[in-house]
Every structure is written in C-alpha cells, then in structure tokens.
C-alpha cells in the first residue's frame, strides 16, 4: 500500500499494488489530509483525514466495530496513525487532548507548527469500551506528544515530540 503526501491543502490518494496482477488499485478516494499507519503486526489500519478524522480498519480494509457494539461505535476521538498500535485485545492511541482550531492538519502537525497534549486511551476490540490510560492528570513529568508508538509484552514505548526522547509505560494489565 502507498498514499501520496498527506496534506490538508490537497486531496491525496491511497493505493495498493496487486502483486499477482501489477495493477495498482484505488484503496481510498482523494480526501484532504489523508495519512495512514498500520499496526505492527499488520493487522490494523489507523487512517486519518482532515474532514473524516480518524478511522480504524481490519487489515482486510473493512471499518472496525467492534463486536458487541452498535454501528455507532467507531472511534470517538482524532488523532494521527502514527499515535496509535494494537495489543492483546486492544487498541492504544495517544490522542491530542485538544487542537486548536486554526491549525492545518495533517501538515502544522507534521512539520513540528503544532504540538499536541496526548491521553493515552486503550480501545477494546470486543467491546469498544475506551478507558483512558495514562493522561495529563497521570504525568509527573512535561507533556507527551507521542509519535511511533510501540508495544512490547506490557511496555509502551514512544517518541515523546516535545523532547525527541524515548519513553516507556508500562501497562497495568
């Protein structure tokens, strides 16, 4: 899978090339903004836009919902693919607490004009139930603005943009 530059001024394409065929497929229409992730293992896709926000597919590019919900149930929050990954039974994703009206996203994001103010919220892929694990109220340190988000057993780990460090969580499940 490939996707021009994601960019709020202009709308960029996603596509997927066959293999078998050497045809390249449309995935995804022109939208403006549109930027993907998949998860680490390859079994999720984390894909925004300027005017959809954020949407979560199985890696066979059907729209999450989880199992024991209604329809309605599709993330609830925005944030970039490259906040978010999949572990055990959940999602994760780092989601900007707030983003502030006059920023072009995905570009003021990308280009470091805007930093975000990360929640870290797990998303259960049976229930859809989100809990929010790690927030502002948690931190005993400065802000988190997580990229490049990791998991391994029960650890986090992540790009904090503020300081370009590397952080670990560990998660309490």
């Not at 707030?98 to 995905?106: E, Q």
């Amino acid at each position: 899978m490939f996707f021009e530059k994601p960019s709020g001024f202009y709308e960029s394409r996603v596509f997927q090339f066959d293999l078998k065929t050497s045809l390249v497929n449309l995935v995804f229409a022109a939208q403006k903004g549109s930027f993907l992730n998949f998860s680490e293992d390859r079994n999720w896709l984390f894909k925004y836009s300027s005017l959809g926000g954020t949407a979560i597919f199985r890696n066979n590019l059907v729209l999450f919902i989880p199992e024991e919900a209604d329809a309605d149930a599709a993330a609830s929050f925005s944030t970039l693919p490259s906040k978010c990954n999949s572990w055990q039974t959940n999602l994760l994703c780092f989601v900007p607490d707030r983003i502030p009206s006059n920023v072009l996203m995905p570009d003021d994001y990308l280009t470091g004009r805007f930093h975000s103010v990360d929640t870290l919220r797990e998303i259960s892929l049976v229930t859809g139930v989100e809990n929010v694990v790690f927030g502002p109220k948690e931190n005993t340190f400065s802000s988190i603005d997580a990229k490049n988000v990791k998991v391994r057993e029960k650890r986090v780990y992540f790009i904090n943009r503020y300081d370009n460090a590397l952080y670990e969580l560990t998660l309490t499940k």
